[in-house]
């Protein structure tokens, strides 16, 4: 019912108006009913599931389900009071940068409907990290919240001061909520650099082995990658304890194999990245191949729309997963049904537990 009134009623509005224009509304709109403890009530009758089998200890943290929010949508980490109330099981707010960032030029998101897909290019637009670490210092959240941690968009900064804005934003981050995440990928920086390039990664990685390490931290990589590239990645990653996984994946930057030809997306935007049903299977198989390669964490994202296609994540590797497009394409109760088609496919092949089914993955 709800599903339908979203799909039916709300959705061909929302898509008739310019994207950012629609989230930021939401986001408007989310915080206002966080505020309140009827709005909470509402928004928890409405959209809130949960299930036995469903919670997981992971990295020393207890979820209620294994479905999370991906970093960027709540780039500013306004809407922490909501999301547990429509049921996510964690979430991952940011990316925040060592200094506050306007982002790349509007616009800066486009729609693919045919691929249910959104190109991405925000370039990342946040308030920089000292405001929002100041905003949280005595925050008490209701789910694990992690924080996505990643350089200022800014093409002036060298590889070292690039390595020192890092330091600042997880310096203001890391002490606050469950985990940190280290967003390696972002593939929307005015200069085009990425610190997953082998070298500036291990440079990265080096310098924040001097810092204390409180609580889980995740590198989040793109999965557009050959298997050796991959490979090359994780040995890196292995040289430090203090890296407890991977978020695989971040936004898919080929255009080619898609319904909808290269020339087509080139005409929205020459610039920008892809999320949800093309990113599905290149993140499956990185999360695939990562699995075999370390015994590390793996959070899974990219392309999940069903509990079916969560299941096939878990199967590949991922201990926790994330998502952002399937909210934008099929509203908030996508949760709900996601978690609740997870739950069948675990009873129908006998697993009483997730913990039962990632084990087995992992094997
Ligand atoms: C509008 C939008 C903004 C995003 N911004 C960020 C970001 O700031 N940091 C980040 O690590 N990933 C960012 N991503 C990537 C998502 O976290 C996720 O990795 C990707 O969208 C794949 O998941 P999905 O297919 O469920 O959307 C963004 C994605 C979208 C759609």
């Not at 370390?294 to 997963?321: H, Q, V």
Request: with cysteine.
């Amino acid at each position: 019912m709800i599903e339908l009134a979203y799909k039916k009623l709300l959705k061909p509005i929302f898509f008739k108006m310019d994207p950012e224009k629609v989230h930021d509304r939401m986001t408007r709109t989310g915080i206002l009913l966080g505020k309140t403890s009827i709005g909470r009530a509402i928004m928890h009758g409405m959209f809130y599931y949960s299930h036995p089998s469903l919670k997981n200890t992971v990295a020393g943290i207890t979820f209620d389900n294994p479905i999370g929010l991906a970093a960027g949508f709540d780039k500013n980490a306004q809407l922490y009071n909501i999301l547990p109330e429509i049921g996510f099981g964690f979430a991952e707010l940011g990316s925040i940068t060592g200094e506050p960032c306007l982002g790349n030029p509007k616009p800066r998101l486009f729609r693919l409907p045919q691929e249910k897909s959104i190109l991405v290019n925000y370039g990342l637009y946040n308030q920089g990290a000292q405001k929002i670490a100041h905003k949280h210092a005595h925050t008490k959240f209701k789910i694990p919240i992690g924080f996505s941690v990643a350089k200022t968009n800014d093409p002036s900064l060298s590889v070292e001061q690039g390595v020192q804005d890092y330091r600042k934003a997880y310096l203001h981050m890391h002490p606050l909520g469950a985990y940190t995440t280290i967003n390696v990928s972002c593939p929307n920086t005015s200069d085009g650099i990425t610190y997953q390039n082998p070298q500036k990664l291990a440079l990265l990685l080096d310098a924040l082995a001097k810092e204390k390490h409180l609580k889980p931290v995740f590198l989040k990589i793109k999965s557009d990658f050959t298997n050796a590239e991959l490979a090359e990645i994780v040995d890196i990653a292995e040289k430090h304890p203090w890296v407890t996984g991977f978020i695989i994946s971040n936004l898919r930057t080929n255009r080619e194999g898609l319904k909808t030809s290269k020339t087509q997306i080139d005409q929205l935007s020459t610039k920008g990245a892809l999320s949800g049903l093309p990113l599905q299977d290149q993140s499956n198989r990185a999360i695939s191949f990562v699995s075999k390669r370390t015994n590390k964490i793996i959070i899974g994202c990219g392309g999940i729309f069903t509990g079916k296609d969560a299941y096939e994540k878990i199967k590949s590797g991922a201990s926790l997963l994330q998502l952002i497009t399937a909210l934008i394409y099929e509203g908030p109760t996508v949760i709900s049904k996601i978690n609740r088609e997870l739950v069948d496919l675990m009873q129908r092949d006998g697993y009483g537990r997730i913990s039962e089914v990632i084990a087995d993955a992992r094997d």
